[in-house]
């Protein structure tokens, strides 16, 4: 009975421990994707000033440094004029893509989807430039996943640790627990014989 105890508790505490692990690597997942939007956001405030400025020209030059982000350039109508990863001029019209409507109507739009282009969960994030036309910045959320993996051996380690804890403070635990009505039962007996004594004593 006391080992089946035993097991359970082990079982429960280990259980306990695996859905928090589960849900720190969701959380660091998430947060990750968070931060990288953030970053793909800021990146195309910059390159849209940088466009206004300097024209069309910048994202030519752009080619040779950005590789990690992906560059779109569509016109008012929907056309594709310029795409850092693919020939525009094989792309659809993108006049319908919900970053680009949002951004149309309302200067900004973003959207996550699978790219049609690479096969992969993407965010993109668009922006109205003063000319109309709408700069649209992407990048794939699929490669937040080499950095939960480099993260995963340090989660498994703590997880490990935090098992390799408990579980002895468990089994301490219990065996305390079974020790206590002993020692109780002996601290009152000693408590019983020394007062039988003093009474003899007086008697």
């Known amino acids: 009975m006391r080992r089946k105890i035993q097991r359970s508790m082990c079982l429960v505490a280990f ?10 690597v969701a959380a660091v997942y998430q947060q990750t994707v968070m931060n990288k939007t953030a ?5 195309a405030e910059y390159i849209q000033a940088a466009v206004d400025i300097a024209g069309e020209e910048y994202l030519n030059v752009m080619d040779n440094v950005q590789k990690s982000t992906r ?5 008012q109508d929907g056309t594709v004029l310029y795409d850092s990863v693919q020939d525009d001029t094989t792309l659809e019209n993108h006049k319908n893509r919900k970053e680009i409507k949002g951004a149309m109507e309302n200067g900004r739009g973003e959207a996550v989807r699978t790219s049609d282009t690479l096969g992969q969960k993407t965010f993109y994030y668009a922006i109205r430039l003063q000319d109309g036309t709408v700069l649209r910045a992407s990048q794939t959320i699929d490669n937040v996943l080499p950095t939960i993996r480099k993260l995963l051996p340090y989660i498994i380690g703590i997880f490990l640790l935090i098992i390799g804890i408990v579980i002895p403070m468990i089994f301490w635990i219990h ?15 000693k408590i019983m014989e020394k007062f039988m004594h003093r009474v003899l004593i007086c008697g």
């Not at 009505?181 to 009152?188: D, E, I, K, S, V």
């Open 39 to 43: 970053e793909l956001r800021q990146e």
């Open 15 to 24: 259980l306990a421990l695996l859905i928090s692990g589960i849900l720190t």
């Open 71 to 75: 560059l779109t350039l569509v016109g």
């Open 175 to 189: 065996v305390l627990f079974q020790l206590l009505p002993l020692l109780a039962r002996n601290f009152l007996q």
